[in-house]
Structures are given as structure tokens and as C-alpha cells.
């Protein structure tokens, strides 16, 4: 993988925040994606995030997998942990890494597929442990690294990049993981700051597995028409002998609205997607309603944003199992190695 580094430039005028650290001091190396990516605002909502928690990086471990989204890392938190996982396995690392030293703040960046196909059943497994982290889903409905084929959560309708259309039911990962028993369920759209930022911020100091689907625009891949989670950009030079692609520089699509009011945002192909969000007598505390409501709006084609269910009331992995309230870095020797006979006590009961 390649990295720009970005130049560090601090000059009197920035804002420091808490623990005197500037806005640079979250930031990473310079994006490598193509301009436009919506995943480019999503790595700024992050690091506008961490700033306004002051939350210091080096408390942070950042976890990807494979994808156009698993890079982002490399763009935000340069002083942060990360691990760079296999395709789909980034939930066990970030496990290991929690089970190792709970008093991280454990942040995975995914992508549909990512998440939703190679890595299905370690994304369902991380939701029914509770894990202690914020899962991000980078969404935007296709393979960016390997030419633009559907994924696992493109709509019915969808066209690819050469025209066949999508016939497929898409997976959800929101109610998938209302229905595995998530306790922080969001979704967002890349492009809406205000709304992301918070949720970002709520999701990052949730105890438990938290959960934030962002609907990211594709801007090199989805090129077409009735695509419901990317723009795209016309191919505009073409020579018959040599198939090029050419894809300009485009400004990020933003959003900007009430509560309880739908959006249409038009995408930079001419085709529009609906943003819902969820109104203030809205509840995130029944996921069964929860559940209904997406499904509702789902049908009328609106895609509801904002956070959508939260349970403070259940333990995470650690509860669960009763681990020790310190990092196993730091327990004493005698603490992690007590000898032989607790080690007989431990294994007579599972005799």
C-alpha cells in the first residue's frame, strides 16, 4: 500500500482542544482515493470526531480489512494502533485486540464487502459478543478494487458500470444487526457532517458493539443511472483503439436537513437518492419498531438516517465473560500466572 505523507503544518491560529493537540494531530497521510470518494468525508467526520472528545490517538486502535474503505485508515489518526487484517477478518483481530487491552477505544473501518461477503460471519459474531467498538461501514454497493461488481447490499434495480442490472436482494446490515441484538445501531450518509459527526461521537463512547452504516458515494464505478448508494461521472474520453476511463475531479456531494424530513439528493450521474431522517418523537429504544419503521420507508424507496436503536442496558464481551477490569499488559505476574494449583482448580470445573 502506498502513503503520501501529509506536511504537518501548525500555525498559532489553530484550535487546541483539551489536551492541547490541534486538528492535525488527528490526521493521517494524504488520500490515495480518487477524488470526490465519499469516503474522504467520512475520514474527515472522524477526525473532526476524536478532536472534539479529546480523545488522545494513542488510545485509539484503528482495524480494517480489504477494500477501498480498509485504506482509509492510513488517513486519519497517524499516531493511533492499527492493524491492516485479511479480507472479512478484521472482527477477530479487533477482538483479540480488546481481549488483550479493554481500555482502547477500538474503531473498525469496513465495506459492504467487506463486511457482508467474505466477512459476514465474523461482522455477525462481533455483534452478538457485544464487542466494545465502533464498527464503520463504508457503503457503497460495489467491488471499488476490482472493477465495480455488485455487492451484497446493492438494491434490486441497480445497474453496474457495463449495464446488467441487479437482481439480487441486498443485505442490511442495520437490521441485521438490530435483529443479532446490536445496542448501537445508526445509519448516515457521507455527505452530512452534522448528522455524521454527532453519530460518530455517540458511537465512539457507546459501551458495546456500535454500528454505523454510511452510504458512501462511488465515484469511478457507478457511472450510471438508478444507483441508490453512488454518483458517478460519465466516461468523457474515449479513444476506439485504447479502453480508458477517465475520472475527473468532483466536489463531495453534501446534505443538509431537518429531522423528520426526506431528502432528494441528486447524484452527480442525474439519478437521486432519498435521505430520511428520523423524526424527534422518533424512539431508539424499541428495535422491533425500529425494525418496522426502516422497513416501511424502505418500501417507499427512502433510505432512514440517523441513529436508529440503542440499549445501554446490556454488558459487552468483557461483562459477559467477567475478564479482569484492568488490561492484561498491565496485571501483575503472579495475577496472570498463579500457579499450578489454581491452574487444577480452573480445569476441575470443566471435568
Known amino acids: 500500500m502506498t502513503y503520501i505523507v501529509k506536511p504537518k503544518i501548525v500555525h498559532s491560529g489553530l484550535q487546541r482542544n483539551a489536551l492541547g493537540l490541534t486538528i492535525r494531530d488527528y490526521e493521517g497521510s494524504m488520500s490515495t482515493l480518487c477524488a470526490g470518494c465519499g469516503h474522504d468525508s467520512i475520514t474527515a467526520a472522524i477526525v473532526q470526531a476524536f478532536f472534539e472528545l479529546h480523545v488522545p490517538p494513542h488510545r485509539v486502535a484503528k482495524m480494517s480489512g480489504i477494500g477501498c474503505s480498509s485504506k482509509t485508515p492510513a488517513y486519519f489518526l497517524s499516531s493511533a494502533h492499527g492493524f491492516n487484517a485479511v479480507h472479512g477478518r478484521m472482527p477477530s483481530i479487533a477482538t483479540g485486540a480488546s481481549a488483550a487491552n479493554r481500555s482502547l477505544y477500538l474503531l473498525g473501518i469496513s465495506g459492504d464487502g467487506d463486511s457482508l461477503s467474505i466477512g459476514l460471519g465474523q461482522f455477525s459474531h462481533a455483534v452478538r459478543r457485544n464487542l466494545n467498538m465502533l464498527y464503520i461501514i463504508e457503503n457503497n454497493g460495489v467491488y471499488g478494487l476490482t472493477k465495480g461488481q455488485f455487492s451484497a447490499s446493492a438494491d434490486v434495480g441497480s445497474k453496474a458500470k457495463r449495464g446488467e442490472m441487479n437482481k439480487q436482494q441486498p443485505i442490511d446490515p442495520v437490521q441485521m444487526a ?121 418500501r417507499k424507496g427512502e433510505i432512514v438516517t440517523g441513529l436508529l436503536y440503542i440499549d445501554q442496558g446490556e454488558p459487552d464481551m468483557h461483562g459477559i465473560n467477567r475478564t479482569a477490569s484492568l488490561p492484561l499488559n498491565e496485571l501483575p505476574f503472579d495475577t496472570l500466572c498463579p500457579g499450578t494449583e489454581s491452574l487444577v482448580s480452573l480445569q476441575d470445573l470443566y471435568r
Open 178 to 298: 438490530m435483529a443479532q441484538g446490536g445496542t448501537f445501531v445508526a445509519r448516515s450518509f457521507s455527505g452530512d457532517k452534522d448528522q455524521l459527526i454527532p453519530l460518530l461521537k455517540a458511537g465512539i463512547k457507546h459501551d458495546g458493539f456500535g454500528l454505523i452504516d454510511i452510504i458512501s458515494p462511488c465515484v469511478t464505478f457507478n457511472d450510471h443511472e438508478d444507483s441508490t448508494k453512488s454518483y458517478a461521472y460519465t466516461r468523457q474520453f474515449y479513444h476506439p483503439a485504447v479502453h480508458a476511463d477517465f475520472v475527473p475531479p468532483a466536489e463531495e456531494i453534501k446534505a443538509s436537513y431537518n429531522r423528520g424530513n426526506v431528502m432528494s439528493v441528486e447524484l452527480h450521474d442525474g439519478s437521486r437518492i432519498l435521505l430520511r431522517k428520523v423524526s424527534k418523537d422518533y424512539s431508539v429504544h424499541n428495535r422491533g419498531a425500529a425494525i418496522d419503521y426502516i422497513r416501511a420507508h424502505q
